[in-house]
């Protein structure tokens, strides 16, 4: 069995949640990268994108979905930052 690579131990912080929720996690990563927009106008267009109303997917339980996952992300990050690289 092959080792994992440093990247995949950051994505066991995800594995753990819905694909809806890692979709748009993604979704909001993705746009903010490109331009400076809030978090929920992010996830407000990720909802028009995919047809998804308030009824659905309550905005605000989407935020702290959001906003848990990225401090996650974070953490790991600022954890991990020093250690060495594993051989593969």
Excluded: G, H
């Amino acid at each position: 069995m092959s080792s994992k690579k440093p990247f995949e131990y950051k994505m066991e912080v995800i594995y753990s949640k819905k694909t809806v929720d890692v979709m748009m996690i993604a979704w909001v990563t993705a746009l903010q990268s490109k331009m400076p927009l809030n978090t929920i106008k992010c996830i407000k267009d990720f909802f028009n994108y995919f047809n998804i109303n308030e009824d659905d997917y309550s905005l605000d339980s989407a935020a702290v979905i959001c906003n848990t996952m990225r401090k996650a992300l974070d953490e790991w990050d600022n954890n991990n930052r020093n250690k060495k690289k594993q051989d593969y």
